[in-house]
Structure formats: C-alpha cells, structure tokens
C-alpha cells in the first residue's frame, strides 16, 4: 500500500495497570484477529504459570469478535466479552429493543440506553454464545452495538458488562 511496507501491531496491555504485556506485528493487510489467538494462548501460559489461579477477562473490539477468538477463550479458561459485528439477524432480534428507545426519546425527548441480551449461535458457532444488544436513541438518532460474552452475570446484567467492555476504549486511550 502506497509503495511501503507497513506493519499492524497487536498490542495485549493490561486495563488495570496499562502496562504492554505481549507485542506482536503482523503485516499491514492482516484482518486485526490474525495470530491473536496464538498470542492469547502464550500470555496464558505465561501467567497461569506463575499464577495458576488467576482471573483473566479480555475484551477486544468487534475486529476480534470471531469464533477463533471465543474458542480460545473457552479452551483457556479465560473470560471474555467481544464487539460483534451486526447482522441480519441480530438486527432483526433487536429491532423491538431499538423501538423501544426511539419511543422513549420522543416522548420525553432525553436520550435513552436500553439493554437486552439473548442466546444466540451464529452459522459459524459450533455453540451458542450470549449476545448483549445496547440501543441508544438521541437528538444525534440512534446507535445500536452487539457484544458476545462469556462473563458471570452478564445475562443477568448486560448494562453492566456493556459498560465495563466499554472501558476497553479508555484503557486503549492511555496505551497511544
């Protein structure tokens, strides 16, 4: 591209501390999940190495929402929520929720965040996975963004866990 050779980093950092924790560089037209899975894998071992009881919990954008990315996870042990790409059918599955909030913000015109999840297997998916739905309405109009997770309590919670996968973008912020 543009007479160059460009290079995409996968960055694994740690929310908590901001600290880099894996690195790696994959040419400039691999799809962004290209090798995660690899790299997810050596950092667990790593850290279950030395700390075989510890809680791990990723999240990644919709870019490393794919089925290897949750196998990984589910092999490993690891928690995990994941932006989803949208679709035909989780459209269709969210249309009421959507609805929803677009009544809500024209009758007492404030912006309105409706939450649902539900059990869902994509054609892909050897198994079916929880999807949380956010559907926002606003004078703007309106945003709707899907999520897989394999969290606890995030069929009980989807506001919650939408909210704490959102925080990835604050942790990304402080990495630039």
């Known amino acids: 591209l543009y007479g160059t050779f460009q290079y ?3 960055v694994l950092t740690s929310a908590d501390t901001d600290q880099v924790v894996r690195l790696s560089c994959r040419h400039g037209t691999a799809m962004a999940w290209l090798g995660a899975d690899d790299d ?4 667990v071992s790593r850290l279950r190495a030395a700390w ?4 791990i919990v990723v999240r990644g954008d919709a870019g490393f929402g794919k089925p290897v990315m949750f196998d990984a996870c589910e092999r490993l042990g690891v928690e995990y929520t994941f932006g989803l790409s949208a679709n035909a059918v989780l459209q269709r599955q969210s249309e009421e929720l959507l609805a929803a909030a677009v009544r809500g913000f024209e009758e007492t015109h404030t912006p309105q965040r409706l939450f649902t999840g539900f059990a869902y297997q994509a054609g892909s998916w050897p198994v079916r996975r929880w999807v949380i739905v956010k559907a926002e309405a606003n004078a703007q109009g309106t945003n709707r963004r899907f999520l897989v997770s394999n ?11 939408y909210d704490e996968y959102a925080m990835r973008g604050e942790s990304e912020n402080r990495n630039k």
């Open 151 to 161: 969290r606890p309590g995030a069929s009980v919670c989807p506001e919650a866990t």
């Open 52 to 55: 075989p009881t510890v809680r």
């Open 40 to 43: 997810l894998e050596y950092l």
């Open 8 to 10: 995409l980093p996968l």
